[in-house]
């Protein structure tokens, strides 16, 4: 077995507990120190404290050390400092935009996907609330936010409008939870721009009702047999071209099967 410190960098012999006290005759108050044996892959994570016993002559005749096993702490400890770093590295590079606020809104900290999607500067935001930077541009959406937060503690892929700092709307899904720092519930939100879905899906959307107006007045018999859902899709010439009250969109196919002349 040996010894090491909490950088895990093995430690000489000279340093470790026993001959530490011995070499400077000075007693060691909850230095910690990992054990690491040699048939096991882990390391034992421990609390030293020990000092010299000296003679009348000042010499060292025995030295009391005290172990205490604290592996479990330190695992928690090096397992929240993990996380930490990995948070820290999702927040400072996601695209996404991520803020943390106070329950009233005040801006504790952004990453720079909030910079570049909203045009503000981290130091215009901080300690300012949304309210000031007029940020929300519907503030119901705000409040909508707040008040699940305090009922259910998160909220998932809201969509809604942002004003950005040039004035611009712009949509975004946010999802959201609440978070506790230094005593103090926060909010973390994280606020994907997709504004250029949104505005994929207007486009699309009047692209079909021009599509559709065109189709509801239409002098042609237009049919589209949709095969997976075995359904027809016809315009209403189709029907008053043969005899019967003009009907548009999807229709089931057996009907006009059954208006088929043997």
């Known amino acids: 077995w ?3 410190n909490t950088d895990r960098i093995t430690l000489s012999i000279e340093d470790y507990p026993v001959n530490k006290i011995i070499n400077t005759k000075q007693p060691l108050f909850n230095k910690i120190f990992g054990i690491i044996n040699s048939t096991k892959p882990t390391i034992t994570w421990v609390t030293v404290n020990g000092f010299p016993v000296v003679n009348s002559a000042g010499e060292i005749i025995e030295t009391v050390i005290s172990y205490d096993d604290i592996t479990e702490q330190k695992n928690e400890e090096i397992e929240l400092k993990n996380s930490e770093e990995k948070f820290k590295k999702a927040f ?3 695209p996404e935009s991520i803020t943390i606020t106070s ?3 005040v ?3 952004v990453n720079k996907g909030f910079t570049q999607i909203s045009g503000y500067e981290y130091d ?7 309210s000031e930077i007029n940020i929300w541009s519907d503030i119901s959406d705000r409040n909508y936010v707040v008040n699940s937060l305090k009922q259910h503690g998160v909220v998932e892929n809201y969509v809604c409008q942002f004003k950005t700092k040039s004035g611009n709307i712009i949509y975004g899904m946010l999802s959201a939870t609440t978070i506790e ?12 721009d997709i504004t250029k879905i949104k505005n994929i899906e207007h486009d699309l959307l009047e692209s079909n009702n021009r599509l559709n107006l065109i189709l509801e007045n239409t002098p042609i018999a237009i049919w589209d047999w949709d095969v997976v ?12 071209m043969l005899g019967y009250e003009p009907v548009s969109g999807n229709s089931d196919r057996s009907i006009w099967i059954n208006r088929i002349h043997p």
């Open 92 to 94: 400072l590079t996601s």
């Open 2 to 4: 040996k010894f090491v």
């Open 181 to 192: 720092l230094d005593g103090e519930d926060h909010v973390l939100l994280i606020t994907r």
């Open 107 to 109: 801006y504790k900290d």
């Open 103 to 105: 329950m009233e809104g």
């Open 229 to 240: 859902n075995d359904l027809w899709y016809t315009t209403p010439k189709y029907y008053t």
């Open 124 to 130: 215009e935001v901080i300690g300012k609330k949304s």
